[in-house]
Nanobody
């Protein structure tokens, strides 16, 4: 599975961004799609996940209530709607896919999100 993330950019605190992750290749094997992020000097952090067919979702504590993950199966695309952004949300965001729930086998390139105060 190949993953292409897009939609990052610079936004002021309190603003919104929507990230997209388009999957191609063996998409029939996907069960989970997820978003992770990594800020400079920090470990990679789980952000959100969604099941490819059933619509189950799971969020990291730091983004609950502010971020929403969704999918469009017809477009093989997963979205991350990010609202009420904070400077601490600044990071490179990565999408990933896996064949089982909350396990990840393939990773896309990152997209930079910068939130200014």
């Amino acid at each position: 599975v190949q993953l292409q993330a897009s939609g990052g950019g610079l936004v002021q605190a309190g603003g919104s961004l929507r990230l997209s992750c388009a999957a191609s290749g063996r998409t029939f094997s996907i069960y989970t799609m997820g978003w992770f992020r990594q800020a400079p000097g920090k470990e990679r952090e789980f952000v959100a996940a969604i099941s490819w067919s059933g619509g189950s979702t799971f969020y990291g504590d730091s983004v609950k209530g502010r971020f929403t993950i969704s999918r469009d199966n017809a477009k093989n695309t997963v979205y991350l709607q990010m609202n009420s952004l904070k400077p601490e949300d600044t990071a490179v965001y990565y999408c990933a896919s896996g064949k089982r729930w909350l396990t990840y086998d393939d990773w896309g390139q990152g997209t930079q999100v910068t939130v200014s105060s």
